[in-house]
């Protein structure tokens, strides 16, 4: 294995399987990362781009260094999109059978998972953005740690992500999105 290439930033995140995946995800392009579970207060809306710049200032403002957050949502089709940038209260409110049971049981499950990270250096904000489309079941399976992963299928798979184990960060919205920052980070930033 060639030498692990230490990145000068940090990710932010109080939620610690984020900081895992992320950490594994960098792992398979070579590269480290501190992490930190300082907690950002994040805005309550629907639009991500708008609650992940506010995250991404706010997080500076506390660490006064270059540093990386990110936004996991689901968006449901059916209800046009959301819960999106609501995802958390969503499932805080409803939890996993409840939320399987209202979007999982009948037709139109189609909903699309989407992460969203952002750099923050003080001067900037970059933005990557992974998705992928799956479907809603009507009864989670797996382990329950890692929220709505227990009732997410993507397309093409039989299992959730919460059964996937480590096979989730060879296909997830969260690698589409971490290895668009690496390849934003290895061409701009020396």
Known sequence: MPDVK????????????????????????GYSIQTSDLKVYEIQTDNIDMLVEDKAI??????????????????????????????QMFWDTLEADRFAELFG?????EAIARTTVAYCDGRRLHKFTGEISGQIIEKPRGDRHFQWDTVFVPDGETLTFAEMGLKKNDISMRKKAVHSL?????????
């Open 6 to 29: 230490f990145l000068p930033i940090r990710f932010i995140s109080s939620n610690p399987y984020k900081r895992e995946e992320f950490i594994e995800l960098l792992k398979v392009r």
């Open 58 to 87: 706010k997080a500076f403002e506390k660490l006064g260094r270059p540093l990386v957050i990110e936004h996991t949502g689901l968006s449901i089709v059916k209800i046009r999109g959301l819960p999106g940038g609501l995802t």
């Open 105 to 109: 049981s009948s037709p139109g499950n």
């Open 182 to 190: 690496i390849d934003w980070l290895e061409e701009n930033i020396h």
